[in-house]
């Protein structure tokens, strides 16, 4: 992060609902991911979940908690085309989802992270694929269990590094732009329109 990038996130409230998905959801919002995780407190989950629906934005609440809450917000075509492609698809049916469709493969991630998160069960590494990882890096880490990763950025990359790194940089650079468009609105209210 740059130095001024660095400046705007000291002086936002990190723990607003709106900071947050800009913190975490940069890449999504910006149109160069599929999807993303967004974790926020389970007392803001309603409110987000209203406000990303009347913004048009696709969430699926993939588990809530006494203190946390996880939304998959996602693009709907474009998730859907990318756990169709077949090396992603290979893989998900190994993992069990086989012949579903897209709300009942939701569904069922849903269900399985729940049960983890819930401490029944161990970790659902199908996430990096309903998180647009690419296949290799998420059979990778399988494979490894979470080691011998080439590096380690947005996630952990198994396989062509350089390539990783150029969109990592993009990521970082979509939340700089993030957080400099919401230190503006945050400066210079005056012109943002009340509705």
Known sequence: MTKEGYEILKRMDITAAENQMALHCAPFIMGLKPSNLLMLQSSQTDDVQKLLRQAGTDCFLLYKGAVK??????????LKDYLNESDVRKILVQLGYRGLSFPDMLAVFAGRYQACMNGFREFPHEMGLFLGYPPKDVTGFIENRG??????????????????????????????ALLRLIAEVTLFPFFVKKY
């Open 69 to 78: 809450s996880a939304l998959l917000l996602y693009h709907g075509s474009w």
């Open 147 to 176: 080691e011998n990763c080439i590096f380690a950025g947005y996630w952990k990359v198994y396989d062509r590094p350089l390539e990783k790194r150029r969109l990592f940089q993009k990521f970082d650079q979509a939340k700089e």
